[in-house]
């Protein structure tokens, strides 16, 4: 017998989860005989559930909610003897994953992705020998701007409230000293901003590291160098046509393997929420995850 799990995040996109929850059922069910559905009420839960999961020899776990229920189910799932087929709807505000992924950002269209069978291995990242995640790591002023960006902001400007937020937060800072071992190889100097990108979405920009294919065994590494407002209107033209690599104010290389450190009691950002202080290492886990994907 085939078992699916469904987990639900009811504050997640005004409760679209709870509107959406009979139609996800209902497609889970057209290809497993059996769908346990968990709704999260606290942070960790999605995790614990995934786990469920996992130990219980679930053959596909689907998680409806933002980026970090997404983060979390992803978090019980990294490095089981036994993982079940992931799938998500995104009920978020930026979504990256599901755009690196292609799924669409419209519910009753991402609930049809759960009612095939397609899917596709992803790359997803260890960080700190203790948590994983699958879109991005932020280090800097605009990767802390990130927490300032309130609910209504999110409503009323989408990703765009976190680029608007993140310009100001590092136009009143300074660069610090950044240091990154990676792969036998090191970089040092000054930085006002550096990201860790496994997809090519970050902050909603699809074109952020348009080289960058979920499961390529990198990550796409990028150190913003300078700033200032001439240099600024050079280099948004280049992040929208996704060639942020080759702008002068950027350096870019891959890894697999990194060490992180700084001058200054910074935090690094995982997916978009809060994680530990720096130091941080972070090694890349290849083809952790099968994840439902539209069919081409």
Same mark, same amino acid.
């Given at each position: 017998?085939?078992?699916?799990? +469904?987990?639900?995040? !009811?504050?997640?996109?005004?409760?679209?989860?709870?509107?959406? %929850? &009979?139609?996800?059922?209902?497609?889970?069910?057209?290809?497993?005989?059996?769908?346990?559905?968990?709704?999260?009420?606290?942070?960790?839960?999605?995790?614990?559930?995934? =786990?469920?999961?996992?130990?219980?020899?679930?053959?596909? +776990?689907? $998680?409806?909610?933002?980026?970090?229920?997404?983060?979390?189910?992803?978090?019980?799932?990294?490095?089981?003897?036994?993982?079940?087929?992931?799938?998500?709807?995104?009920?978020?505000?930026?979504?990256?994953?599901?755009? /690196?992924?292609?799924?669409?950002?419209?519910?009753? *269209? $991402?609930?049809? #992705?759960?009612?095939?069978?397609?899917? @596709?291995?992803?790359?997803?990242?260890?960080?700190?020998?203790?948590?994983?995640?699958?879109?991005?790591?932020?280090?800097?002023?605009?990767? &802390?701007?990130?927490?300032? #960006?309130?609910?209504?902001?999110?409503?009323?400007?989408? !990703?765009? $409230?976190?680029?608007? &937020?993140? $310009?100001? /937060?590092? @136009?009143? %800072?300074?660069?610090?000293?950044?240091?990154?071992?990676?792969?036998? *190889?090191?970089?040092?100097?000054?930085?006002?901003?550096?990201?860790?990108?496994?997809?090519?979405?970050?902050?909603?920009? =699809?074109?952020?590291? @348009?080289?960058?294919?979920?499961?390529?065994?990198?990550?796409?590494?990028?150190?913003?160098?300078?700033?200032?407002?001439?240099?600024?209107?050079?280099?948004?033209?280049?992040?929208?046509?996704? %060639?942020?690599?080759?702008?002068?104010?950027? %350096?870019?290389?891959?890894?697999?393997?990194?060490?992180?450190?700084?001058?200054?009691?910074?935090?690094?950002?995982?997916?978009?929420?809060?994680?530990?202080?720096?130091?941080?290492?972070?090694?890349? +886990?290849?083809?952790?995850?099968?994840?439902?994907? !539209? =069919?081409?």
């Amino acid at each position: 017998m085939t078992k699916a799990m +469904l987990i639900i995040n !009811p504050s997640s996109g005004q409760e679209k989860g709870l509107k959406f %929850e &009979e139609e996800a059922v209902t497609a889970l069910k057209k290809q497993h005989e059996e769908v346990t559905v968990k709704y999260t009420e606290g942070e960790g839960d999605a995790t614990r559930f995934a =786990e469920e999961a996992s130990f219980g020899k679930y053959d596909a +776990l689907v $998680a409806m909610g933002g980026d970090g229920t997404i983060n979390e189910s992803i978090n019980g799932l990294a490095e089981k003897d036994h993982k079940p087929v992931f799938g998500f709807v995104p009920l978020g505000t930026v979504n990256d994953f599901a755009r /690196a992924l292609g799924i669409p950002m419209d519910e009753k *269209k $991402a609930i049809g #992705v759960l009612e095939t069978s397609n899917t @596709r291995s992803v790359d997803i990242g260890k960080i700190a020998g203790e948590r994983y995640f699958m879109n991005v790591l932020a280090v800097g002023a605009i990767a &802390e701007a990130v927490y300032q #960006v309130s609910p209504e902001q999110k409503s009323k400007f989408g !990703p765009l $409230a976190y680029l608007i &937020e993140g $310009a100001q /937060a590092i @136009r009143e %800072e300074t660069p610090f000293d950044l240091s990154i071992d990676y792969d036998g *190889k090191k970089w040092e100097g000054k930085a006002y901003l550096v990201l860790v990108a496994l997809t090519n979405s970050v902050g909603g920009i =699809e074109t952020f590291a @348009r080289e960058a294919e979920v499961n390529d065994g990198a990550f796409h590494v990028f150190i913003l160098k300078e700033f200032s407002l001439p240099k600024v209107v050079q280099l948004i033209p280049d992040l929208f046509r996704g %060639e942020l690599k080759s702008n002068e104010q950027v %350096e870019y290389f891959t890894a697999t393997d990194m060490k992180v450190d700084t001058s200054l009691n910074l935090v690094v950002n995982i997916d978009g929420d809060e994680g530990m202080k720096l130091p941080f290492e972070a090694r890349l +886990l290849h083809n952790e995850l099968n994840v439902y994907v !539209p =069919e081409e």
